[in-house]
């Protein structure tokens, strides 16, 4: 069963940078999509960005774009969620997750069929 370490998590002041990692236990999991999730508190969990395994495309929600940047390192097998100037409203649990059946990215949740335990991001002065 495919397992994930997140980290990278913790607190930083408005306007600062933060990046979070995905490491999978599976060593194919260049063959799947790897995406990041969040819930904030009181909210229901979001779609953030995904990276698509046969091209290594990329899809982000509207909010994040120009700020955040997901990648791969295909040597280690480990995905990254660049995090910069960031906002009080950023402030959540940031999952991530893998779709097993397909090649594309997803905002489907239940399309991903494992989940990591999550890093918690807090944003505040």
């Known amino acids: 069963q495919v397992q994930f370490v997140e980290s990278g998590g913790g607190l930083v002041q408005p306007g600062g940078s933060l990046r979070l990692s995905c490491a999978p236990s599976?060593?194919?999991?260049?063959?799947?999509?790897i995406g990041w999730f969040r819930q904030a508190p009181g909210k229901e969990r979001e779609g953030v960005a995904c990276?698509?395994?046969?091209?290594?495309?990329?899809i982000y929600t509207d909010s994040v774009k120009g700020r955040f940047t997901i990648s791969r390192d295909n040597a280690q097998k480990t995905v990254y969620l660049q995090m910069n100037s960031l906002r009080s409203e950023n402030t959540a649990v940031y999952y991530c997750?893998?779709?097993?059946?397909?090649?594309?990215?997803?905002?489907?949740?239940?399309?991903?069929?494992?989940w990591g335990q999550g890093t918690r991001v807090t944003v505040s002065s």
């Open positions: 997750a893998a779709v097993i059946l397909g090649i594309s990215c997803s905002w489907t949740q239940r399309r991903y069929d494992f």
């Open positions: 599976d060593f194919n999991a260049d063959h799947y999509p």
């Open positions: 990276i698509s395994s046969y091209d290594g495309s990329t």
